[in-house]
């Protein structure tokens, strides 16, 4: 708390009347993050059709991680565990889990309109997830190399990949 309080310019009992101790202050710092990307896919509800949706879903996703590095890894690519996950309670993991209820709703919109036959959701879920992570990671870690125009190709060239994969 003192490192953060220093950061800030701040006393370490400014911040202690604001965050009872460390935990707080991340959880409100992870709330905060999830927040801003929850934004970023709301954005994606001005399309109209349901596949136009999901992939402005699957590109709101890569744009927060553009955007917003620190926020992305923090909420994605550091272990759960040590962010305090398991010890919220439980309306706050099940706000946190709104993001990814917001990706399951687009391929249930997408199903029911018959653009994708993927029948288990949940799986679906999870492969969109991990497909769009593992390219952001892959970018955010300098495995793609530096070269954005590079890296927004292979973005819409992923989305397009995942939208045959889920229609076939």
């Keep these: 708390m003192r490192k953060v309080a220093a950061r800030c310019e701040l006393s370490a009992t400014a911040i202690y009347r604001h965050y009872d101790d460390k935990d707080a202050l991340l959880v409100s710092i992870v709330v905060q993050s ?37 926020d992305y890894q923090l909420i994605f690519m550091t272990d759960c565990r040590d962010l305090g996950f398991l010890d919220l309670s439980a309306g ?58 590079m890296f927004e190709s292979l973005v819409d060239r992923s989305i397009r990949g995942v939208v045959q994969s889920l229609s076939a």
């Excluded at 801003?36 to 744009?63: H, I, Q, V």
């Excluded at 970018?139 to 954005?148: A, D, V």
């Design 34 to 70: 999830f927040e801003l990307f929850s934004a970023y896919l709301m954005r994606s509800l001005s399309g109209k059709t349901p596949l136009e949706r999901f992939e402005l879903t699957a590109r709101a996703y890569f744009d927060f991680a553009i955007e917003n590095e620190r």
């Design 92 to 149: 706050t993991r099940e706000n946190l889990g709104n993001t990814y209820r917001f990706l399951l709703d687009r391929l249930r919109e997408c199903s029911e309109n018959g653009d994708f036959r993927y029948a288990d959701l949940e799986a679906a879920g999870v492969f969109v997830w991990a497909q769009n992570h593992g390219l952001v990671s892959l970018w955010l870690t300098g495995q793609l190399g530096e070269e954005r125009a």
